[in-house]
């Protein structure tokens, strides 16, 4: 199944989408791509139990912000294998822009990499409490009014590598718990660089990104 090109926007006729614009439950083999999802209530993708490729769209509010729900995309698995990669997305404006929750199944994985975020309440979240495969790697996140990247149960098997993260208000990454070591990755300018059980690897440096924005 791909579901490619389309606009998908709650706020036409000043009406509001809830519930999502894509929800999986329990599909595989599924590609979302180059939509563009605005002013949705709930989740722009939700995939649930499921095996999504997420990639080349767009995630925003238009600049009134008031649908403060809004995050990008969803994905959750609870006792079904679920194989999930977010790319080359772009999330703008959003309360979270991806929130990824893998439970009771340690043989799944999400990879996360090359999407940029902006302006959003909290960038990423992972809140998965076993040792799953988790990769962030290539991802632009700049001025998120809370934190960059955030971990609920941080573990040292998370590859979190080669990230700009820059300009949050609290932390740029973070661990509620456990411990991680992020290495490669530019992480500058935030509240708190890192905060919790996070501390930068060798390779880490903390220098100004001199983003070039557009006029």
């Known amino acids: ?51 999504l490729v997420i990639r080349g769209n767009l995630f925003r509010t238009n600049p009134s912000g008031r649908l403060s729900e809004f995050c990008g995309v969803t994905v959750a698995s ?15 404006g959003l309360r979270r822009a991806v929130d990824v929750s893998l439970l009771y199944n340690e043989n799944s994985s999400c990879t996360v990499e090359n999407n940029l975020v902006s302006n959003c309440v909290l960038g990423m979240l992972f809140s998965s409490t076993l040792q799953e495969n988790i990769s962030v790697r290539g991802n632009t996140i700049a001025d998120c009014g809370s934190t960059g990247i955030r971990f609920q149960q941080a573990t040292p098997s998370y590859v979190v590598e080669n990230n700009i993260v820059a300009g949050c208000g609290n932390y740029g990454i973070s661990a509620t718990s456990g411990s991680l070591r992020p290495d490669y990755n530019n992480v500058w300018g935030n509240g708190e660089d890192y905060h919790g059980g996070v501390e930068p690897g060798p390779g880490s440096i903390s220098m100004n990104p001199l983003f070039v924005r557009g006029p």
């Not at 998908?8 to 989408?17: H, V």
């Not at 809830?18 to 590609?31: A, E, L, M, P």
């Not at 709930?42 to 649930?48: A, F, I, T, W």
């Open 78 to 92: 609870h006792e079904d294998l679920a194989e999930n990669v977010i790319k080359d997305n772009r999330f703008e």
């Open 1 to 51: 199944v791909i579901i490619r090109n389309n606009r998908i926007d709650g706020s036409i006729n000043g009406a509001f989408l809830f519930n999502g614009g894509v929800y999986s439950w329990r599909g595989s083999d599924i590609t979302v791509e180059g939509n563009e999802f605005i002013d949705i209530y709930d989740k722009g993708v939700r995939s649930l139990n499921s095996s």
